[in-house]
């Protein structure tokens, strides 16, 4: 017996700045270059931690300041990134409605509304926290998973998606 596949199924999710930041900080890691880039930040605060071992010249509070300072890199950029798109965007300011059907997935908020067809959605993914609704190799919708109430929701979703989109085992 096979499950019948729902006209559309839909979503309302309206993220909290600490979601948007935290799936913002998963994204990261689907975009090499900027690891690379984000690592050279820590690199650096453990090489001024370090170095008085070199010298033999005790820590200074500039040197633990700069410190501080690249071990934070990423998570005050990617903050202050959310919270500015959050403040001056109307795109950004939420609640969105996320709805898929046959033809792909509908997004809807106060200032907008828009259709990303299922061929233009390279893969859909799903962590502990959100589903990530991939546009393309590092840009997703991030939809978190404490709005998804009905528990057939991911079986409509892969069957709506069909052969087009990868999956994945984890969705």
């Not at 609704?133 to 069909?162: K, N, T, W, Y």
Request: glycine share 6%; charged share 15%.
């Amino acid at each position: 017996m096979s499950t019948p596949i729902p006209d559309r199924i839909s979503v309302t999710s309206n993220a909290s700045f600490w979601e948007v930041f935290v799936a913002s900080l998963i994204l990261l890691r689907y975009r090499w270059p900027l690891i690379i880039v984000h690592a050279i930040f820590p690199l650096a605060g453990l090489f001024l931690l370090l170095a008085h071992l070199i010298t033999g010249e005790p820590l200074g509070i500039v040197e633990i300041l700069l410190a501080i300072l690249a071990f934070s890199f990423t998570p005050l950029i990617t903050a202050l990134a959310v919270w500015s798109a959050r403040r001056r965007n109307k795109l950004a300011q939420g609640p969105f409605t996320y709805s898929f059907d046959a033809e792909g997935m509908h997004t809807s908020g106060e200032a907008f509304r828009q259709t990303i067809r299922w061929s233009a959605i390279p893969r859909i993914r799903c962590s502990r926290r959100f589903l990530f609704v991939f546009i393309g190799p590092a840009r997703a919708h991030c939809i978190p998973l404490r709005v998804i109430s009905d528990p057939e929701f991911f079986d409509h979703l892969r069957l709506l998606a069909g052969q087009g989109v990868d999956s994945g085992s984890n969705l």
